[in-house]
């Protein structure tokens, strides 16, 4: 199988050329966010009274991870997607905000492939129970912000040919409608 090999961050046009079931391999900046995290970047969406992300993430990938501490040389000795579906609260906005795709793992709800549809985002499923091995496609990491969080904080992460899925893409196809 090949795999189609996507510099980070996606353009559209990148997003648009994607199909549900196409490998890729990613390389270059992505974040990590979890649950808390997503609590408080939309309240600070809420408190600003508009959609405009900070710290950078207008057109970038979200991934649903929480690392664990660095090892073997690496920033983490684990990073693997968590269930994506407990940030389906969060990601229609952050899509319809400019968020341009999200990684994790597992099933999504209408309202995320939708947003995904109207957006011409994309969300990505990576490979649960690989955490050590996607830890070796991550070559650095920086907090960007709610370091309190630990785990959940917004990281940024630098990553080279890490692998994914197309799990829903712009035409709303989500691959696993074909796998279930």
Same mark, same amino acid.
């Given at each position: 199988?090949?795999?189609?090999?996507?510099?980070?961050?996606?353009?559209?046009?990148?997003?648009?050329?994607?199909?549900?079931?196409? $490998?890729?391999?990613?390389?270059?900046?992505?974040?990590?966010?979890?649950?808390?995290?997503?609590?408080?970047?939309?309240?600070?969406?809420?408190?600003?009274?508009?959609?405009?992300?900070?710290?950078?993430?207008?057109?970038?990938?979200?991934?649903?991870?929480?690392?664990?501490?660095?090892?073997?040389?690496?920033?983490?000795?684990?990073?693997?997607?968590?269930?994506?579906?407990?940030?389906?609260?969060?990601?229609?906005?952050?899509?319809? $905000?400019?968020?341009?795709?999200?990684?994790?793992?597992?099933?999504?709800?209408?309202?995320?492939?939708? $947003?995904?549809?109207?957006?011409?985002?994309?969300?990505?499923?990576?490979?649960?129970?690989? $955490?050590?091995?996607?830890?070796?496609?991550?070559?650095?990491?920086?907090?960007?912000?709610?370091?309190?969080?630990?785990?959940?904080?917004?990281?940024?992460?630098?990553?080279?040919?890490?692998?994914?899925?197309?799990?829903?893409?712009?035409?709303?196809?989500?691959?696993?409608?074909?796998?279930?």
């Amino acid at each position: 199988m090949s795999s189609k090999r996507l510099r980070l961050p996606l353009s559209r046009s990148d997003l648009a050329s994607l199909n549900a079931g196409d $490998a890729c391999l990613l390389s270059g900046p992505l974040y990590t966010l979890r649950d808390a995290g997503h609590i408080r970047l939309l309240s600070e969406l809420d408190a600003a009274g508009s959609d405009r992300l900070p710290y950078g993430l207008s057109g970038q990938a979200i991934f649903y991870a929480g690392p664990t501490p660095a090892a073997s040389g690496r920033p983490f000795g684990a990073i693997g997607p968590t269930t994506a579906s407990r940030m389906d609260f969060a990601a229609p906005r952050l899509y319809r $905000a400019g968020v341009a795709a999200t990684v994790g793992k597992g099933t999504r709800s209408a309202e995320v492939r939708r $947003a995904c549809m109207e957006t011409g985002s994309v969300y990505f499923v990576a490979v649960g129970g690989a $955490a050590a091995y996607l830890a070796k496609c991550v070559v650095s990491e920086t907090v960007e912000a709610y370091d309190d969080l630990g785990t959940e904080a917004l990281r940024r992460i630098e990553v080279e040919d890490f692998p994914v899925f197309v799990g829903i893409d712009v035409r709303g196809n989500d691959v696993y409608d074909f796998a279930l």
